[in-house]
T-cell receptor, first 109, second 113 residues
Framework: SQQGEEDPQALSIQEGENATMNCSYKTSINNLQWYRQNSGRGLVHLILIRSNEREKHSGRLRVTLDTSKKSSSLLITASRAADTASYFCATQGAQKLVFGQGTRLTINP | KAGVTQTPRYLIKTRGQQVTLSCSPISGHRSVSWYQQTPGQGLQFLFEYFSETQRNKGNFPGRFSGRQFSNSRSEMNVSTLELGDSALYLC????????????FGPGTRLTVL
């Protein structure tokens, strides 16, 4: 069963715009991670945010975590065509990662 | 440093056959996890191996098994293949498992006919 629920399931924006994806989960976690997957290939780790952190940045990525609401968001600023991919949140409790169903992001030129 | 490698990248089998997939972790990483990805069920955890011992297991039938060798390379085996086993199988490695970042390989695309 999936713990993370992502919203929206699909997102289409113009190049240069910002993209925001949301993730909600149900149980307590140690950390939450975001991954990118290009067209059925392997997953690329983007960012990890621990349960005692509220916000983290990495380049054009900004992740927030609200443990009281059991939710996280991923913001990609100044989007590029190369950002077109599926984005997954994954929660980690004791050890294993539990993935959401993902958001399919399309950047239109 | 080389990334996680998986072989083969693509595989076609028929129902009832068995298959073995291989994963070589990043050098120095001792934990290997396996995931199945399908359009319907998404990414689901299969199992994790650390120092040749299965440390964690997902909710999959006993037809799915794995092992890890002393050099940390891992294999997973699926016996008596079913059509529903068609999926992308991903492995990921971490230095010690636990709460480390997982680094994924490119996956093996298995098609069962």
């Amino acid at each position: 069963s999936q713990q993370g629920e992502e919203d929206p399931q699909a997102l289409s924006i113009q190049e240069g715009e910002n993209a925001t994806m949301n993730c909600s989960y149900k149980t307590s976690i140690n950390n939450l991670q975001w991954y990118r997957q290009n067209s059925g290939r392997g997953l690329v780790h983007l960012i990890l945010i621990r349960s005692n952190e509220r916000e983290k940045h990495s380049g054009r990525l900004r992740v927030t975590l609200d443990t009281s609401k059991k939710s996280s968001s991923l913001l990609i600023t100044a989007s590029r065509a190369a950002d077109t991919a599926s984005y997954f949140c994954a929660t980690q409790g004791a050890q294993k990662l539990v993935f959401g169903q993902g958001t399919r992001l399309t950047i239109n030129p | 440093k080389a990334g996680v490698t998986q072989t083969p990248r693509y595989l076609i089998k028929t129902r009832g056959q068995q298959v073995t997939l291989s994963c070589s972790p990043i050098s120095g990483h001792r934990s290997v996890s396996w995931y199945q990805q399908t359009p319907g069920q998404g990414l689901q955890f299969l199992f994790e191996y650390f120092s040749e011992t299965q440390r964690n297991k997902g909710n999959f039938p006993g037809r799915f098994s794995g092992r890890q060798f002393s050099n940390s390379r891992s294999e997973m085996n699926v016996s008596t293949l079913e059509l529903g086993d068609s999926a992308l199988y991903l492995c990921a490695s971490t230095r010690t498992g636990g709460l480390d970042t997982q680094y994924f390989g490119p996956g093996t695309r298995l098609t069962v006919l």
